[in-house]
């Protein structure tokens, strides 16, 4: 009995509780199912939606990437210095951080891939290299539109209203940073699901040595995944600096444990067992509607993170549970799966 409990729970588990919080905290705030508020929550979830599709990326072969949230914290306040202190054009406002964002991925693979330290490990340097030199080229200040400068006198830029746009504005009556988040994680949902390489990630991080034997290039499967999460950890940085209309040099730093958060939760939705955009989105809706609950009941925003933590204890509690009582650890489930040559 309790083996069928724990399989629902993976399953269905993380469907109930949205729900059951969804009734929750319409029947103690009447403003909670507003178009308004969902509209708002809706809008917060996708910076974390973003982040959260980059960490889902290096999941998927057996990779792990903790500097993301650094990566978009050096993304915001990059893309802000490029308006409010050199006032370059928005084309380069845009392309600049995203390289930026490859360039983190790069030398992320470079210290696993080919120098072969554990992902853990090595990502967790690069965050702390990555937090460094952003906090070094602003001087520990946010930036923020025409603001007094250490060199003395006021930055000779503001952000763009363009730019604002993108995190600001709505089209439709719906939030550009929602149609955004929705036009990747459908992209997302594609790529992993109905192409080519979509095969070949599942299959490198299932069985590492079966897909080399397959003709796969294993090292090349990885090293795209962490470039790609490197260009999500970026996106979430521009987007971010759009909504608030500054470059807060700790952008990121909260959203790490609400991403990783997310894409755990997501492993558990309809019993996916494996990281998934359609799960990844859904784990990042869930917090957003908790948080944004809590928000409206007082909670003071210092309890956020035990919230956060207990979500993600849940979420790994749950899977790993469900795994043991089918035999074995998440790793070895991921390796026993059938493993087809890419053609």
């Known amino acids: 009995m309790s083996g069928k409990f724990i399989g629902f729970l993976f399953k269905y588990g993380a469907i109930l509780l949205m729900v059951l919080i969804l009734i929750y905290f319409s029947l103690v705030n009447g403003a909670f199912l507003s178009y308004g508020n969902i509209s708002d929550i809706l809008r917060s979830i996708s910076i974390v939606t973003l982040l959260a599709l980059g960490?889902?990326?290096?999941?998927?072969?057996?990779?792990?990437?903790?500097?993301?949230?650094?990566?978009?914290?050096?993304?915001?306040?990059?893309?802000?210095?490029?308006?409010?202190?050199?006032?370059?054009?928005?084309?380069?406002?845009?392309?600049?951080?995203?390289?930026?964002?490859?360039?983190?991925?790069?030398?992320?693979?470079?210290?696993?891939?080919?120098?072969?330290?554990?992902?853990?490990?090595?990502?967790?340097?690069?965050?702390?290299?990555?937090?460094?030199?952003?906090?070094?080229?602003?001087e520990g200040y946010s930036i923020y539109s025409h603001m007094e400068m250490t060199t003395?006198?006021?930055?000779?830029?503001?952000?763009?209203?363009?730019?604002?746009?993108?995190?600001?504005?709505?089209?439709?009556?719906?939030?550009?940073?929602?149609?955004?988040m929705l036009v990747f994680v459908a992209a997302v949902f594609i790529i992993l699901t109905h192409t080519r390489w979509g095969r070949i990630l599942y299959m490198t991080g299932g069985n590492a040595e079966a897909a080399r034997l397959s003709g796969i290039n294993v090292n090349k499967v990885k090293l795209l995944s962490y470039i790609v999460s490197g260009i999500f950890a970026s996106l979430a940085g521009i987007l971010f600096a759009a909504r608030v209309g500054s470059g807060q040099i700790d952008a990121g730093s909260s959203m790490l444990m609400?991403?990783?958060?997310?894409?755990?939760?997501?492993?558990?939705?309809?019993?996916?067992?494996?990281?998934?955009?359609?799960?990844?989105?859904?784990?990042?809706?869930?917090?957003?509607?908790?948080?944004?609950?809590l928000t409206m009941l007082n909670l003071p925003y210092y309890a956020f993170e035990i919230v956060?933590?207990?979500?993600?204890?849940?979420?790994?509690?749950?899977?790993?549970?469900?795994?043991?009582?089918?035999?074995?650890?998440?790793?070895?489930?991921?390796?026993?799966?059938?493993?087809?040559?890419?053609?």
């Open 258 to 293: 609400e991403a990783v958060a997310a894409v755990f939760v997501g492993f558990s939705v309809l019993g996916a067992g494996k990281p998934n955009a359609l799960g990844t989105f859904f784990g990042a809706a869930l917090i957003g509607v908790l948080l944004n609950g």
């Open 55 to 138: 960490v889902t990326f290096t999941l998927i072969v057996d990779g792990f990437d903790l500097s993301v949230g650094s990566t978009m914290s050096l993304s915001t306040v990059l893309t802000s210095s490029l308006m409010v202190w050199f006032q370059l054009p928005l084309w380069l406002v845009i392309i600049l951080p995203i390289i930026t964002g490859v360039l983190v991925g790069l030398f992320n693979a470079l210290l696993i891939v080919k120098i072969r330290i554990p992902d853990l490990l090595a990502t967790l340097g690069v965050m702390y290299i990555v937090s460094g030199f952003h906090r070094t080229y602003t």
């Open 152 to 180: 003395g006198g006021k930055a000779p830029g503001e952000f763009y209203k363009s730019f604002l746009w993108v995190g600001q504005g709505e089209l439709g009556g719906v939030p550009v940073p929602v149609i955004i």
């Open 308 to 343: 956060k933590g207990t979500v993600l204890v849940l979420a790994l509690a749950v899977t790993y549970i469900h795994v043991g009582k089918r035999g074995g650890s998440l790793r070895k489930k991921r390796i026993q799966q059938p493993v087809k040559k890419a053609s």
